[in-house]
């Protein structure tokens, strides 16, 4: 059974720091890796989706990578800023339309 | 916005009532999905339609029914539910569920309290 850990679960910096997230799954056998954003109350925004082909996916600040052989990524954030505050979901998509998702990291981003 | 609402935003209701959960996506997507998502815990899938078939139910008690009028259309219906159903519950779509390369698309949630 697939499963994935992030770690922390919280995390609080100041604005202007890079920072790195990172997320572990169990099973290697995936096609995809997606990492979310959600805000307080609201639902998930996809911020970016790795393919199993993949090593890495670029988005603005955002950069993630993916390590299939180990079970890893990482979210990288660039220049942290106070609208980077949310809780950052990591989700594995195996050999279905099922996404098991990590328990989330929380981050705050003080001015 | 993402393209995918969902009515009622909140919710309180007692364990003998019967209420329902709408969500309506209007990006043209085949798949729509169900999601369960209590304090401290991961995101948990609960029901996934690919064209109006249901094709995954994640062991959910049947106290929760779904129904998928149409691809545009999905509903979760309750009824006598448990304090412990208390959650976020947050619907998806996609293009076509199946597919590796499918990114979801989340609706804002419906909070759900059960006293």
């Known amino acids: 059974k697939q499963e994935v850990t992030q770690i922390p679960a919280a995390l609080s910096v100041p604005e202007g720091e890079n920072l790195v997230l990172n997320c572990s799954f169990t099973?290697?056998?995936?096609?995809?890796l997606q990492w979310f954003r959600q805000d307080p109350g609201k639902g998930l925004t996809s911020l970016l989706l790795?393919?199993?082909?993949?090593r890495e996916q670029t988005s603005g600040r955002l950069n993630a990578s993916l390590d299939k052989s180990s079970g890893r990524s990482t979210l990288y954030i660039a220049a942290s800023q106070p609208g980077d505050s949310a809780t950052y979901l990591c989700?594995?998509?195996?050999?279905?339309?099922?996404?098991?998702f990590g328990k989330g990291m929380k981050l705050t981003v003080n001015p | 916005e993402t393209g995918v609402t969902q009515t009622p935003r909140h919710l309180v209701m007692g364990m003998t009532n019967k209420k329902s959960l709408k969500c309506e996506q209007h990006l043209g997507h085949n798949a729509m999905y169900w999601y369960k998502q209590s304090a401290k815990k991961p995101l948990e899938l609960m029901f996934v339609y690919n064209f109006k078939e249901q094709t995954e139910n994640n062991s959910v008690p049947s106290r929760f029914s779904p129904e998928c009028p149409n691809s545009s259309h999905l509903f979760l219906h309750l009824h006598t539910l448990q304090p412990e159903d208390s959650a976020l519950y947050l619907c998806?779509?996609?293009?076509?569920?199946?597919?590796?390369?499918?990114?979801?698309?989340f609706g804002p949630g419906t909070r759900l309290t059960v006293l």
């Open positions: 790795i393919q199993s082909s993949q």
């Open positions: 989700a594995v998509q195996g050999g279905s339309e099922k996404l098991v």
């Open positions: 998806a779509s996609s293009q076509e569920g199946r597919s590796g390369t499918d990114t979801q698309y």
């Open positions: 099973d290697s056998a995936i096609y995809n």
